[in-house]
């Protein structure tokens, strides 16, 4: 599997920090990313615990 750039780790990392939490069609629509590479991206920062995933909405760990 491939694994995403820092650079769309970062861009969504800092999409969250200003909306707090977002389904992944808000992420999609706000960052102009493809779905697919939207969870690769959300799977690596859950695997380094800075966000949660419920579901379809994704919100920043505390």
Same mark, same amino acid.
Do not use: C, F, H, W
């Given at each position: 599997?491939r694994?995403?750039?820092?650079?769309?780790?970062?861009?969504?990392?800092?999409?969250? %920090?200003?909306? &707090?939490?977002?389904?992944?069609? !808000? =992420?999609q629509?706000?960052? *102009?990313?493809p779905?697919?590479?939207l969870? %690769?991206?959300? &799977?690596?920062?859950?695997?380094? !615990? =800075?966000?949660?995933?419920? *579901?379809?909405?994704?919100?920043?760990?505390?």
């Amino acid at each position: 599997m491939r694994s995403e750039s820092p650079r769309r780790l970062d861009l969504l990392y800092l999409y969250l %920090t200003t909306a &707090r939490s977002a389904t992944m069609d !808000e =992420l999609q629509n706000g960052l *102009g990313l493809p779905k697919m590479s939207l969870y %690769t991206i959300v &799977r690596t920062l859950r695997e380094r !615990e =800075l966000v949660k995933q419920d *579901g379809e909405t994704v919100t920043l760990s505390n």
